[in-house]
């Protein structure tokens, strides 16, 4: 018996039922972990239908696995929802993962990305070093809400456009829709890393894009335990509209009995190319277990998300009005210049990793940060622990001085990652903190 019931579910319910079977084995409730790296053929013909796709069983984990497939169902239909039910989802070993398996499934020597330019800086390393490696270029449009800032940018070797609605450290919000309709008029596929906002706030195939990828090591795990990766493609990108552009799509393909992935999937055709050529073959498979232990966290997303956001509301609030404070970058505060933008995509909650500049430079800093006590001083976000980092000695070293100032990273900006806790304890921790930066300039001169 399935729990995907005809009609269709809410958020909440979804998460805690979308995509799941009672166990035929047993009856277990819970998708259980099957930690095998393969599957038994009962016989000779078996083998063949399976490698041919006629029985639809397992064969081995990389290539499937009934624990995976089944939180891959869960976060197809939390992303996909009403506006695209035909989405699919391929999870791999981390967000990086999904990251090159997304654009892999996409481009190739020659091709060109246009990218904004306030992205996660792992991705702008895939971007230029990695692919850039593979003959494939990029370029990066700071003004990303101008929309011929994009057009300006786009070459006929452009085959995808990306963005992050929620940029971290910054909260400079992407507005999706101005985006998505360049990638439309110009056909061009339009990728969306929707990890900070996670679907619980924001769903961007509502906003006309066409794959969303996401780190699930962050709040779609939220027990900071295992690291995962998700690419889900909304299943509405025409492919076939410029065949050319997408060879590897539009080919005739032995695997597939010489039709081309369009022939044999449709709209579909990114997401089993990806999911069989792409994924399969470089092969950074997500382990059951891990699979297993994100299905246990999706199950309270919306709880979770709800709670990090109002305690991050009443964090940013708070930092505001100290003195020590110059400046808070959170979407959520009515002084952020992308708070009417929170308002059209956000308006259920703004999420809990931002920024604040002290006035002390460095060396406040350095006091505060070695002053928290509640506060966890990592490079992760999104866990429901609170979390702090000092992005210009740590994620942000790759970059010169100009470029970090540019981007608004000074030597006195600190992210955090509010988790779930009580408000009034992770203020404390703060106020703590700030006891240790006013330390600084009220010591004793002399005697
Ligand atoms: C963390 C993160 C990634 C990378 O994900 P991993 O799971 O750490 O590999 C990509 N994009 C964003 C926005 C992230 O926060």
């Known amino acids: 018996m399935t729990a995907t019931l005809d009609e269709p579910l809410g958020f909440a319910s979804a998460q805690v039922h979308a995509g799941t079977d009672v166990d035929t084995a047993f009856g277990a409730r819970v998708t259980p972990v099957y930690l095998t790296a393969g599957f038994v053929f009962d016989d000779f013909e078996q083998a063949r239908d399976r490698f041919a796709g006629v029985d639809e069983g397992y064969t081995y984990s990389r290539s499937g696995n009934p624990t995976t497939a089944a939180v891959e169902r869960r976060l197809a239909v939390l992303e996909g929802a009403t506006s695209a039910p035909d989405a699919e989802a391929i999870v791999v070993g981390s967000g990086q993962a999904a990251l090159a398996v ?10 060109h990305v246009v990218s904004a330019a306030s992205i996660y800086e792992g991705t702008r390393g895939l971007l230029r070093e990695n692919l850039g490696r593979l003959g494939i270029e990029v370029d ?12 300006r940018a786009i070459r006929p070797t452009t085959k995808a456009l990306f963005g992050e609605p929620i940029p971290n450290p910054k909260n400079d919000l992407l507005d999706l829709e101005t985006v998505a309709a360049v990638a439309r008029e110009a056909g061009i596929p339009f990728i969306v890393d929707n990890t900070l906002a996670t ?3 924001l769903r961007p195939f509502e906003f006309g894009a066409d794959i969303v990828v996401h780190s699930a090591s962050k709040f779609l795990a939220g027990h900071g335990s295992a690291l995962g990766g998700v690419v889900v493609d909304a299943g509405r990108f025409d492919w076939s509209a ?3 552009a997408f060879p ?7 695997a597939l009995g010489g039709r081309s992935y369009v022939e044999a999937y449709g709209r579909s055709a990114y997401a089993a190319y990806t999911r069989q050529v792409v994924a399969s073959r470089f092969g950074p498979t997500l382990s059951p277990l891990n699979a297993f232990l994100l299905q246990q966290g999706l199950e309270t997303l919306s709880l979770r998300v709800a709670q990090h956001s109002r305690n991050a509301l009443a964090v940013a609030a708070w930092l505001q009005v100290q003195p020590e404070v110059a400046s808070v970058d959170y979407s959520g505060l009515a002084s952020s210049p992308h708070h009417e933008l929170a308002g059209k995509y956000l308006p259920d909650g703004q999420g809990s990793v931002f920024s604040f500049t002290l006035r002390g430079g460095e060396p406040a800093a350095r006091a505060f940060y070695d002053a928290l006590r509640l506060f966890s001083r990592m490079t992760h976000l999104g866990d429901v622990r609170s979390l702090a980092l000092h992005p210009a000695s740590t994620t942000h070293t790759l970059l010169t001085e100009d470029e970090r100032l540019a981007n608004g990273i000074g030597p ?4 955090l990652s509010i988790g779930i806790e009580d408000a009034d304890d992770l203020i404390r ?4 903190a700030l006891d240790a930066v006013r330390a600084l300039t009220e010591l004793p001169l002399a005697g």
């Open 429 to 432: 921790d703060l106020a703590r």
């Open 140 to 151: 990066f449009v700071r003004n990303a809400n101008d929309p011929d800032a994009w057009r």
């Open 102 to 111: 997304a654009f892999l499934g996409i481009l190739q020597a020659g091709d």
């Open 412 to 415: 006195g900006l600190l992210r």
């Open 242 to 244: 410029r065949p050319d």
């Open 199 to 201: 679907p619980y706030l």
């Open 248 to 254: 590897h799509l539009n080919t005739p393909q032995r």
